[in-house]
Every structure is written in structure tokens, then in C-alpha cells.
């Protein structure tokens, strides 16, 4: 089974002009929904550092609109093509190459939801109390659900693939559709505060669930990935930028243990309480020494693709949400530790993100311009 990225590179058919041949890129639907998940968590980590530099929240609400428009285009592009021709449809969920990107469209609602109700409060969005606008809930709650029923679909519909179809050569992108229900724990867990009282110790049992869920999935196809490509073929050229997919559990997973161990205080007694923090904070530690080896090897597979000249498709947009996640994961565990290097770490990789976004974005509209152009 190939990833996206080497499914893009090397099964669409190859155009000719003069002595060069460029791939075809994919239409709109699932394969492009990591451009909606990178921008997503990149507006959320600006528009947290918007109250100590305000000025972050002109390029968060930015990209918070650019995120919307992304999924509002894709979400109407894919769904006019499925009408037209249903097995625009069926097709995505038959060839195992394509499958696992839908992970990536549960994935972006939820980045999305979750950009809404970190960057509209500060626009003015909000209640005379101070607490977001009850519209703005309203949609990241929508967001929510939807996210996290299509996540749990692919999770347990891809695991069910693996088991029923032997599907052979594991890679990173494997891990695509397990990933959402750990993205659900941590949007899920936000929401907590937002909702009435009687609703909230049945959402966090929900996220919880989630956070085990894609926990367990994920370690076991990450882990079998890793052995494959370092005791049997090494990660394909074309495929260089999906090693950062592993890092996106690595680092939502030590978010959603930050989010739910403070959300959860108030439904806890007051020692329960302690040993989550306790119990977050040491789970944190754990996926901070993981991140180092998985950092690594993405560098050196990307730095490997690079100068291989790897073609563009949009499995490029594997270089941004994971580093989100590890962003994300190491500022919050900073602020509970009060350890400034661990925030460090969050600042470098938010930085990174920002190199990494506006690399894609430029590599996206260029590519797309160059083949509407030859047409």
C-alpha cells in the first residue's frame, strides 16, 4: 500500500510538455483536507498568544477565515463531483491508498471548530459576561460532533479494513484515520467548560474514551510502520513528508492529557484532581522524549525527500498539523511544569509551523496555477 503522497507521485497518470512530465494533481476531496487541519491549529496557536501580542490575532483571524473557506470549497467541490458521479464516492473508500485521507477530513472540522472558538471571543464574539458567544459554542460543538463521529467511523472502520484485507507494506499514513478520536479528546475536552452542567461528566467520559481509543490504534500501527521501514524498505522517496504523521499523536496526545486533566478539576475531588495534573504532567515527559526520536527521523526522511527532488501533492501538508500538535502539547505542559524550556519548545515549533504553512501554501497555489495553465 502506498501513502498519499506516493500515490499522487506515482499512480496518477503523467502529463507531457516538451522534454517535462508533471503529475496530475487529485481533485478536491479527502486527499487535500490536510490544508484545512494545518491552517486550523496554525490560527489556534496564534490566537492563543494573541493577549500577549495582540497583533498575533490579525494573522490568526486570517487564516481562521482561509480555514473555512478551505473546508466550505473542498467539502462543496467533492460533494458536487460525488452527485454528478457516485463513485467519486465509492472509490475513496475502496482503494486503500485513498481511504486512510479521510481521517484528514475529520481532522480538519475539528481544527476548525476549534480555531472559531479560540479566535472569534477576541474579535467580540461574546457574551456580556465575558464567556464565548452562545452561537460560537453552538458551531464548534456542531464541529465537534461531526468530527468525532467521522473519526470514530475511520478508526474503527480502517482497523477493520487491516484485519478483514491483510493489507501488506505498513506506512506512516496508515495512522491518518486514528488519529481524529485523539483530536476529539482535546477539542472535546475545551468544550467541557461551555456546556451545562449535566451534560459535562458525559462528555468527559467521551473524551477519554477517545484519547484510549486513538491511543491504542495508533501505537500499534505507528510501531508496526516503524519496524517495517527500518527492518524491510525504507519510506519511499515520494512518500519523505508522511514521517511526520506519527508526531501527530505524539504531540495531540500530550494536548488532550494537558486539556483533560484542567477541565476535569472541577468534576473531581479535590485529590482526584492532583493525581490527573500528576498523572498529565508525568504522560507529558513520556511523549517529550518519544517526540525526539520521531522528530528526527521526519527531518531525516524530508531533508532525505528534498534533495531527491520529491514531486509536490498534498500529502506535502504532512509537514504542518503534527508540528501543530507538538506545539501545542509542549506549551501547554510548560505552563502546567513552569518549565520555560519546555515552552521554548512550543515557541520553535510554533515558528517552525509558520515556515512549514506558508511552504505549502506557496508549493499548492503555484502547482495549481502550473497545471490550470497547461491546460
Do not use: K
Not at 10 to 28: D, H, I, M, Y
Not at 129 to 156: E, K, Q
Not at 303 to 325: K, N, Q
Amino acid at each position: 500500500m502506498r501513502t498519499v503522497v506516493g500515490q499522487v507521485a506515482t499512480r496518477l497518470p503523467r502529463e507531457r510538455s516538451g522534454r517535462s512530465a508533471r503529475p496530475v494533481l487529485p481533485p478536491a476531496g479527502p486527499v487535500w483536507f490536510s490544508s484545512v487541519m494545518g491552517t486550523g491549529i496554525l490560527a489556534t496557536l496564534l490566537a492563543r498568544d494573541a493577549s500577549q501580542v495582540p497583533v498575533l490575532l490579525v494573522p490568526a483571524s486570517l487564516l481562521t477565515l482561509v480555514g473555512v473557506l478551505l473546508l466550505i470549497g473542498l467539502t462543496a467541490s467533492f460533494g458536487g463531483r460525488a452527485a454528478r458521479d457516485p463513485a467519486v464516492l465509492t472509490n475513496t473508500l475502496r482503494d486503500p491508498a485513498v481511504v486512510p485521507t479521510w481521517g484528514t477530513v475529520s481532522m480538519g472540522i475539528l481544527s476548525i471548530g476549534s480555531a472559531l472558538l479560540t479566535v472569534l471571543p477576541q474579535l467580540g464574539a461574546h457574551a456580556a459576561s465575558g464567556a464565548p458567544a452562545r452561537w460560537v459554542v453552538v458551531t464548534d460543538a456542531g464541529c465537534w460532533v461531526v468530527g468525532t463521529g467521522l473519526g470514530v467511523v475511520t478508526a474503527f472502520g480502517f482497523a477493520t479494513v487491516l484485519l478483514r484485507r491483510n493489507l501488506r507494506d505498513p506506512v506512516p499514513a496508515w495512522g491518518l484515520p486514528l488519529v481524529p478520536p485523539m483530536v476529539s479528546a482535546t477539542t472535546g475536552a475545551a468544550l467541557i467548560p461551555q456546556v451545562g452542567p449535566h451534560v459535562r461528566m458525559a462528555l468527559l467520559v467521551a473524551v477519554v474514551a477517545c484519547f484510549f481509543l486513538a491511543l491504542f490504534l495508533g501505537t500499534l500501527v505507528f510501531a508496526t510502520a516503524y519496524h517495517h521501514h527500518f527492518r524491510r524498505a525504507a519510506l519511499p522517496i515520494a512518500a519523505s513528508a508522511s514521517a511526520w504523521i506519527p508526531l501527530g499523536m505524539v504531540g495531540q496526545s500530550m494536548a488532550a492529557a494537558q486539556v483533560i486533566a484542567s477541565q476535569s478539576s472541577p468534576l473531581l475531588t479535590p485529590s482526584a484532581a492532583d493525581a490527573a495534573r500528576r498523572l498529565a504532567d508525568a504522560y507529558g515527559y513520556v511523549m517529550l522524549a518519544v517526540a525526539v526520536p520521531v522528530v528526527a527521523h521526519a527531518v531525516t526522511m524530508t531533508v532525505r525527500g528534498v534533495r531527491a527532488r520529491m514531486p509536490f501533492s498534498p500529502g506535502w501538508w504532512a509537514l504542518t498539523f503534527p508540528i501543530g500538535t507538538l506545539a501545542l502539547g509542549t506549551r501547554l505542559l510548560g505552563s502546567s511544569t513552569s518549565h520555560p524550556c519546555i515552552t521554548a519548545v512550543g515557541v520553535a515549533a510554533t515558528a517552525a509551523l509558520c515556515g512549514t504553512w506558508a511552504l505549502c501554501a506557496v508549493a499548492s497555489v503555484v502547482t495549481i496555477r502550473r497545471v490550470h495553465a497547461r491546460r
